[in-house]
């Protein structure tokens, strides 16, 4: 199983990134996806989201109207698109694959992502 992110990267503030995460090793269709981010000296804290079709996503209160998840199951691949980004969207970003009928969860290594001016 591998879950590897890319689109990290340096951006001003209220600039945008896109996040990708892809999947191998597991059936990508099979399993709820989820980002969540770490800021430096801090928790990692869950972000997005999106159900195995992708009908159903949630968002952290702190993203929402910003952030959008969406996933290409014909690609394994989850995305997070991030607009209007804030100096505290700094961190590292890290995809989640989750079953609750798995006794595991997956996780990526990160990504790393900095708003500064």
């Known amino acids: 199983v591998q879950l590897v992110e890319s689109g990290g990267g340096l951006v001003q503030p209220g600039g945008s990134l896109r996040l990708s995460c892809a999947a191998s090793g597991f059936t990508f269709s099979l399993w709820h996806m989820r980002w969540y981010r770490q800021a430096p000296g801090k928790e990692r804290e869950?972000?997005?989201?999106?159900?195995?079709?992708?009908?159903?996503?949630n968002y952290a209160e702190s993203v929402k109207g910003r952030f959008t998840i969406s996933r290409d199951n014909a690609k394994n691949t989850v995305y997070l698109q991030m607009n209007s980004l804030k100096l505290e969207d700094t961190g590292v970003y890290f995809c989640?694959?989750?079953?609750?009928?798995?006794?595991?969860?997956?996780w990526g290594q990160g990504t790393q992502v900095t708003v500064s001016p």
């Open positions: 869950w972000v997005a989201l999106i159900t195995t079709t992708g009908v159903g996503t």
């Open positions: 989640n694959a989750f079953n609750r009928n798995m006794p595991r969860d997956y």
